[in-house]
C-alpha cells in the first residue's frame, strides 16, 4: 500500500513538472514564446525555472511570480527579476505594461525575465550560476583523417585575479620536428564565468631565448603578450565550439613556420570574487600532409573611437583603402573564411570589399550582431582581393543603457571596432594588418618616409625637441582657460604645420591629451574656442 501511494505521489510530482507550466505560460504575455538564450531557438517553456522544461527549482522571474501570487500586473511586469537592465516586461514583449490574459502582446519577446542577457556578459556570468550555454558540437571531418594529431595546451589551475579584467599569457613550443599544418582548432573551456577569450599568436623567433618569458609558464601580460608573437593563428571566444580551415590552406608550423606561440588569455571577474580558478586552453589539430597553401589573418578596423552615451545608434567606421592595399600587397589573396568582432553594445556590423573599379559588396553582414553567438562566416569559393581593392568595416552601437562615453580598449567596459579575415597565400599580405587610427591608416603612422596629408607623422611625433621647444613657448605666450592674444598668433602659426591639421592633427592632439601634463595641455587648449570662431566673428581676444 505504502509503495502504491509513493508511486502515485512520484507520478503526480513528475506530471505536475513536465504538464503543469502551461497553465502558467498563459498568465504571462508571450509565455509560450520564450528561447534559450544561447541559441535563440531551443524553447523554454518553463519560463520562470531554472531547467526549460520546468519543475525544480526556480529561476529569479519564477520567485517575483510567486510572490505577486503568480498574476501579471505593473509591479511585476515593471521589475527587472534577471537584473540585466530590461524589465520583465519589455522582454516578454509587454514594455507598456498594458497585457492581460486572453490578450495579444504588444510585441514579441526580446528576451528572457529570468536570465541575465547577454549571457556571456561578465556580470551575467556570476548571476546565470544555474545556467550553461550549450553550443553545437564541433565539427570538422579533416580532423579524423589518420595523420591529424592534436596538441593540448591549457594553463596550469591558475588562481584568477581579483581584478574586473586580466590578461595572463603562456609561451609553449610547437612541434618542430618537421613542418605541418594547423588545420583546426578549438576552445577547451575550464570556468566558464570567467573566460572571455583566447588567442594563439605565432612567434616569428627560432630560438626559445629570444623570448622574455620561459615556456609553459603563465604570465601577466597586455593584449599583445610577446613583442614578437603578434600573428594571431587560433582563438576562441564565447559561443565558438571550435574553427575548421579551409581544405586548400593551413598555418604552417615547424622549421620554417612558427616554432613557438603565445597563448593569452583574458579573463573577466566584474564581482572581483577571491575564489576563481582557470585552466582553460587551446587544442590544435595538426597533419604532416602540407596543403597547398599557408594560412594568414587579416585584421581590419579602428583602433580608436568614443561612443557618447544615451545613443540608439552610432557608426564607427575604418577602411583599407585602394591605396593601402596596393602598398601592402604584393599579390592577390583569397579570403577563405572570417568574422565580425565588438564587444556588448555591438548592434549592426558589416565588412565590405570594393574590386578596384568596381562596386562596393557586402561580404560579411551580422544584421543582428550577438556577442553570445559569433557568426563565422565561410567563402566556399574563396574571394579574391587584388591590390588596389578596398575593404571597409562598418559597426554600429547601441548606448542607450549608458550615462558616460564609452572608449575603445581592452576591457569588457570598452567596445571594439574589427573584422578577421583568414587568407592564403600568407606571403601576399605579410602585414596581416590594415587598420586605422582616428581614420589614419596605421601602416603610414609607423612609415618613416611616407607622408599623411603632407605630414610625415613618425618623424614629427619623434622630434621631442620640437615638442620640448613649443611647450616652452606656450609657458611663455599663454594663460590656462584665457586666450591671450599672443597665444592664439602662436597657435594659429602652429596650425600651419601639415601635422596640426585635420585628421592628423586630431590623432595628435589625442596623443598630446594622453601623454602630456595637465597644465600643459590647458596652455595648448587655451585658444580652441576664439581660433574655431575666427572668420566668424570679429576677435575678442585681450592683450595680456
Not at 507550466?21 to 504571462?28: A, E, G, V, W
Not at 553545437?136 to 594553463?155: G, H, K, M, S, W
Not at 565590405?352 to 568596381?358: D, F, K, L
Amino acid at each position: 500500500m505504502r509503495s502504491a501511494c509513493l508511486l502515485l505521489i512520484l507520478k503526480a510530482i513528475v506530471f505536475s513538472c513536465i504538464h503543469g507550466y502551461p497553465s502558467f505560460q498563459s498568465l504571462i504575455p508571450n509565455g509560450n514564446k520564450l528561447t534559450d538564450p544561447c541559441n535563440g531557438s531551443t524553447p523554454w517553456p518553463g519560463v520562470g525555472h531554472e531547467a526549460m522544461g520546468g519543475g525544480g527549482l526556480l529561476n529569479p522571474f519564477g520567485h517575483d511570480f510567486n510572490i505577486t501570487g503568480k498574476v501579471w500586473n505593473t509591479a511585476l511586469c515593471e521589475m527587472d527579476s534577471d537584473g540585466d537592465g530590461v524589465s520583465n516586461g519589455e522582454e516578454l514583449g509587454d514594455p507598456n505594461c498594458e497585457w492581460t490574459p486572453g490578450l495579444s502582446p504588444a510585441g514579441q519577446p526580446t528576451g528572457h525575465p529570468g536570465v541575465c542577457e547577454p549571457w556571456s556578459d561578465p556580470l551575467c556570468l556570476q548571476k546565470n550560476r544555474f545556467y550553461q550555454c550549450m553550443t553545437e558540437n564541433f565539427t570538422c571531418d579533416a580532423i579524423n583523417d589518420p595523420d591529424v594529431r592534436d596538441l593540448v595546451v591549457r594553463f596550469p589551475v591558475t588562481q584568477v585575479p581579483v581584478e574586473e579584467t586580466t590578461y595572463m599569457c603562456m609561451n609553449f613550443a610547437l612541434p618542430a620536428d618537421q613542418d605541418y599544418h594547423v588545420i583546426a582548432d578549438r576552445g577547451s573551456i575550464d570556468n566558464q564565468f570567467v573566460i572571455h577569450h583566447i588567442i594563439v599568436h605565432g612567434c616569428t623567433v627560432d630560438d626559445v631565448t629570444e623570448l622574455n618569458n620561459p615556456l609553459m609558464t603563465p604570465y601577466a601580460c597586455g593584449m599583445a603578450g610577446e613583442q614578437k608573437c603578434r600573428e594571431m593563428f587560433a582563438g576562441w571566444s564565447v559561443g565558438m565550439e571550435g574553427f575548421c580551415h579551409h581544405e586548400d590552406a593551413g598555418v604552417r608550423i615547424g622549421p620554417t613556420g612558427y616554432r613557438y606561440a603565445v597563448m593569452q588569455m583574458h579573463w573577466n571577474n566584474p564581482t572581483k570574487e577571491r575564489d576563481q580558478t582557470d585552466s582553460s586552453g587551446m587544442t590544435l589539430y595538426y597533419t604532416p600532409v602540407l596543403r597547398q597553401y599557408d594560412l594568414g589573418n587579416l585584421m581590419i578596423g579602428e583602433h580608436i573611437f568614443r561612443i557618447p552615451p544615451g545613443e540608439s545608434s552610432y557608426t564607427v567606421e575604418s577602411e583599407c583603402s585602394s591605396s593601402s592595399s596596393a602598398s601592402l600587397m604584393n599579390s592577390s589573396i583569397y579570403i577563405i573564411s572570417g568574422l565580425n568582432h565588438m564587444h556588448y553594445m555591438g548592434k549592426t556590423m558589416t565588412t565590405y570589399h570594393t574590386p578596384s573599379g568596381g562596386v562596393e559588396q557586402a561580404i560579411m553582414d551580422d544584421p543582428h550582431y550577438s556577442y553570445d553567438n559569433p557568426v563565422t562566416h565561410t567563402f566556399p569559393t574563396p574571394l579574391k582581393v587584388n591590390p588596389g581593392d578596398a575593404l571597409r568595416t562598418k559597426c554600429t552601437f547601441s548606448s542607450l543603457r549608458k550615462a558616460l562615453t564609452t572608449t575603445s580598449g581592452e576591457s569588457t567596459s570598452q567596445e571594439m571596432c574589427y573584422s578577421f579575415l583568414f587568407y592564403y597565400p600568407k606571403t601576399s599580405f605579410e602585414e596581416g594588418e590594415c587598420t586605422t587610427v582616428m581614420g589614419l591608416p596605421l601602416h603610414l603612422v609607423r612609415d618613416d618616409t611616407k607622408l599623411i596629408e603632407g605630414c610625415q607623422l613618425k618623424s614629427f611625433l619623434g622630434n621631442l625637441t620640437n615638442f620640448e621647444d613649443m611647450f616652452n613657448k606656450l609657458t611663455t605666450r599663454c594663460e590656462p582657460f584665457f586666450c591671450r592674444k599672443e597665444c592664439k598668433e602662436y597657435l594659429m602659426e602652429l596650425g600651419q604645420n601639415p601635422c596640426l591639421q585635420g585628421k592628423v592633427k586630431a590623432y595628435v592632439d589625442y596623443l598630446l591629451n594622453t601623454n602630456g601634463a595637465t597644465s600643459k595641455m590647458a596652455l595648448y587648449h587655451s585658444c580652441d574656442t576664439e581660433i574655431a570662431l575666427e572668420g566668424v566673428e570679429p576677435c575678442t581676444c585681450t592683450t595680456a
